[in-house]
């Protein structure tokens, strides 16, 4: 695979974060880097040698589900606190920084959950510029309950009598409380302090240079190439596609499949929006038959995934064969992909999402691969499309699965459903945006429930089948709430579909948070 780090100058002052198994990693990442510092996720047991090769700038050890004391708990390499970098422990991080360097860990009777009043007793550079009491988000099950004379107390709680510590000598800092997540108001300001006045980072990750950056690289890897593209409409292959094109312009190639599993217009819609910003080649696949076929009598929702991924990679390698020279394949691969598949050797290695991404493709078709968003998350991505002067509308249309519309038609697909589904889903998505509230949610969608019901309408009794709404707001797709929509609109959207889509009779709303339900029926 060609080295497509299109940032090393942008990336050379560096924080890195120590994985232990936290929910808010990736949160903490995000948040460093909207203080325009590079931020990269690493394995927590990686040597205090790899990390000082990588030379970053400060290291931040996250919180974890375990506890420090526990067999198996996750441990850094205790000489990682004498390399003279900056340590900021949070939660589990800092019990470990204080294991490893004297002090008490306790476990709390019962597990603090939720928000707390910080009394902040010295100011330290962690905490400058701040208030002497600021709301704090809690989550953990132990606690330190004392500290070695190498450390003093900088804050504490009803509760917590350490809730943030600092090392007497050396720049290492420790927090019982997350400053990442939202519930800590001014955990932003605290991160701050800490990126660039203990780390003394410049802040040099700025969207528009790494545009740049990585334009330029494409361009000197590709050369007189030519370059496929896989576009979807959806906001990372997009994105991809407009940087190629500003930087290889007619050197690019663009495949569309229309699998006929896309929303209402939706094919019409991509077309017009990419042929208005970009002159490049463009080829549609109108598959709908080959899909149809290929999902007669299945309802398992796995085999449905299955089958449609092998669709989707013998369409787009016909496609891609009959285009004559190509040499690479751009992927709109994110950096939580990266993470998340163990990409990364010093990354965290976690489980592949069964469902995501079709792998395989390049090596067979002989291409070289093209990855220029593998550094970035996804709301960067967005930024770097308004950047590219992308739309509004393009950069925050919800994400759409691969498998489309036949994950949200449960059971058998059939064109006869995804019309009525297609019909519907329009409704909840036009009414949601009529009332303003489409960028306030994360999804929306229509499902369709092969479940008939009675009705009546008119004089007539009916027996129509089921639309469920689903609606939720999220930061990363991995939890998710349900949006707390506005009766009115769930009334309005209700009405349109029962009066306007032939076969539908019922209309429910589903308030379930992810987890333990998922984003998607199926
Ligand atoms: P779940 O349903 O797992 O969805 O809570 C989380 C996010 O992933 C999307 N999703 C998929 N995306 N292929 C995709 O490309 C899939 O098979 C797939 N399944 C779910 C889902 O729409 C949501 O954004």
């Not at 198994?21 to 047991?45: F, K, P, W």
């Not at 960067?380 to 393009?394: A, C, D, F, H, Q």
């Not at 519907?424 to 949601?432: C, F, K, L, Q």
Request: glycine fraction near 8%; include cysteine.
């Amino acid at each position: 695979m060609a080295n497509q780090t299109a940032t090393e100058n942008l990336t050379a002052q560096r924080i890195v974060v120590l994985d232990f198994g936290s929910q808010y990693a990736q949160l903490i990442a995000r948040r460093v880097r909207e203080q325009n510092v590079y931020c990269q996720i690493l394995r927590h047991d990686l040597s205090a040698d790899r990390i000082a090769e990588l030379a970053p700038k400060g290291i931040i050890l996250s919180g974890g589900p375990s506890s420090v004391y526990a067999e198996g708990a996750p441990q850094c390499d205790p000489q990682l606190f004498n390399l003279g970098i900056p340590v900021l422990g949070i939660c589990y991080g800092m019990q470990l920084a204080c294991e490893a360097l004297g002090g008490k860990i306790d476990h709390t009777p019962s597990r603090e959950y939720g928000p707390a009043k910080c009394s902040i007793s010295d100011q330290n550079v962690l905490f400058r510029g701040l208030p002497e009491s600021i709301d704090v988000w809690m989550s953990h099950g132990d606690q330190v309950s004392a500290i070695s004379d190498v450390f003093k107390s900088l804050a504490e709680t009803q509760t917590c009598p350490y809730a943030a510590i600092a090392h007497r000598e050396l720049p290492i800092f420790g927090m019982q409380f997350h400053p990442e997540v939202t519930h800590t108001p001014l955990g932003g300001q605290i991160l701050r302090n800490f990126v660039i006045d203990v780390c003394g980072c410049e802040g040099t990750w700025h969207l528009g240079d790494f545009a740049h950056a990585a334009i330029e690289q494409i361009r000197s890897l590709v050369g007189k190439n030519r370059v496929i593209c896989g576009l979807s409409g959806g906001v990372d292959s997009s994105v991809v596609a407009a940087l190629l094109y500003k930087a290889i312009g007619p050197q690019l190639s663009c495949i569309l499949v229309d699998n006929g599993l896309l929303r209402k217009d939706e094919q019409v819609t991509v077309i017009q929006e990419f042929t208005n910003h970009f002159k490049t080649d463009l080829h549609v696949v109108q598959a709908e038959d080959r899909f149809m076929e290929t999902l007669d009598g299945i309802s398992e929702p796995q085999e449905k995934r299955k089958r449609i991924g092998y669709a989707f990679i013998d369409c787009f390698k016909e496609e891609a064969l009959k285009i004559k020279d190509a040499h690479f394949l751009a992927q709109g691969t994110l950096y939580p992909d990266v993470i998340e598949s163990g990409a990364d050797p010093d990354g965290p290695a976690a489980t592949i999402k069964l469902h995501h991404n079709v792998g395989g493709l390049p090596e067979e078709l002989g291409f070289e691969l093209i990855e220029p968003l593998r550094d970035l998350f996804k709301d960067e991505v967005r930024r770097l499309g308004l950047e590219l002067g992308l739309p509004e509308s393009l950069v925050w249309r919800h994400p759409f699965p691969g498998p489309g519309l036949a994950v949200r038609c449960l059971g058998e697909v059939t064109r006869e459903k995804l019309k009525v589904l297609r019909e519907a889903d329009s409704i909840v998505v036009n009414e949601i945006k009529a009332a303003g509230l489409y960028r306030e949610t994360s999804q929306s969608f229509a499902v369709l429930l092969p479940v008939q019901s009675v009705g009546v309408m008119g004089d007539a009794r009916t027996y129509d089948n089921a639309i469920a709404i689903r609606s939720v707001k999220t930061d990363d797709f991995m939890t998710a709430d349900w949006s707390r929509l506005p009766y009115d609109l769930l009334a309005r959207i209700s009405t349109r579909i029962i009066n306007e889509v032939a076969g539908i009779n019922r209309v429910c709303y589903d308030i379930s948070s992810k987890p333990p339900a998922t984003i998607e029926w199926e």
